[in-house]
């Protein structure tokens, strides 16, 4: 179920094994990966550090961008759950100095953003 939550637009989460191959490169030494979710091909990882945004572009997906967020540098974050006629959820996070939020993604109608929202609240306090 996991791969078609993905392609619904639904966060689902995955194991840090298949994360810590994907990730090996750039995860800096001592660096553990603490919860990770993928969202169509993207992927939100939460480490002992950061937290790391996947873009994965282009049709195979072979060119992708790492954006990395010191959890010192979160301002704050919101989430917006769905309605019944809105049946899109939203997570935004702001970044200390920045008017408007440096990550905003959006979820289908399902738990997911929960458990995002439940991970940040633990490690951004």
Not at 8 to 17: C, E, P, T, V
Not at 49 to 65: A, N, P, S
Not at 74 to 79: A, E, L, T, Y
Request: hydrophobic share 40%; aromatic share 8%; with cysteine.
């Amino acid at each position: 179920m996991g791969f078609l939550n993905g392609l619904l637009g639904n966060a689902s989460k995955i194991s840090n094994d298949e994360v810590s191959k994907e990730l090996g490169p750039i995860l800096a030494n001592g660096e553990e990966i603490d919860i990770a979710f993928r969202l169509i091909r993207d992927l939100i990882i939460f480490t002992n550090k950061r937290l790391i945004m996947v873009d994965k572009q282009g049709l195979t997906g072979k060119k992708v961008e790492y954006h990395s967020y010191p959890y010192k540098s979160i301002s704050h974050f919101s989430v917006e759950t769905a309605g019944h006629f809105d049946l899109d959820a939203e997570l935004k996070i702001w970044i200390s100095g920045a008017q408007m939020p440096a990550i905003s993604k959006q979820f289908k109608k399902d738990n997911s953003i929960y458990d995002i929202q439940k991970a940040l609240t633990a490690i951004c306090g």
